[in-house]
């Protein structure tokens, strides 16, 4: 298996994606105490599952062995980056998305966390990172690069 930069890269953040939902996402403080929630805390524990999914989905696509991919479907192996950055760009959304909501039920009392914050960070690097044209990220980190055969030289 070949991992390139943008691979790798890509899989820190979706590595970083699924830490950040298990992190504290909202804190309420009043009169001295505070409370904090992490994605799976509270009534919006769907974006959690959803975002969840999304990025173990995308670590094992970033895993999967191209002879893997080509034979479940050719046409996977030529959209893999493009289900990468909308995925991603999912996973940032729906992060948003739990920002206002989150926000809009507390009536103002509360800040998002670290946590949140992290998500959003990992949504968007996904992102970015697959749709540079970049050829520093086509470097190969690890594996075997395909070379071109040599060339047979004849004897006289």
């Known amino acids: 298996m ?3 930069l943008k691979k790798l890269l890509t899989a820190i953040a979706g590595a970083l994606g699924i830490i950040s939902l298990f992190l504290p996402w909202y804190k309420v403080s009043f009169w001295g105490n505070s409370l904090s929630a992490n994605a799976f805390g509270g009534d919006y524990t769907w974006i959690a599952i959803i975002n969840i999914i999304i990025a173990i989905l995308l670590v094992a696509l970033i895993f999967v062995p191209e002879k893997t991919l080509k034979s479940m479907n ?3 192996v030529e959209k893999a980056n493009i289900i990468i950055v909308v995925a991603s760009g999912v996973f940032a959304v729906l992060t948003l998305l739990a920002m206002i909501m989150y926000t809009s039920s507390s009536y103002g ?3 998002m966390g670290f946590g949140w914050y992290l998500a959003l960070i990992a949504g968007i690097a996904g992102v970015v990172i697959n749709v540079l044209k970049v050829k520093q990220l086509d470097k190969v980190v690890t594996g075997s690069e395909k070379k071109p055969a040599a060339k047979k030289t004849e004897k006289k």
């Open 2 to 4: 070949t991992l390139t």
């Open 74 to 76: 050719k046409a996977l």
């Open 109 to 111: 009392m509360g800040h």
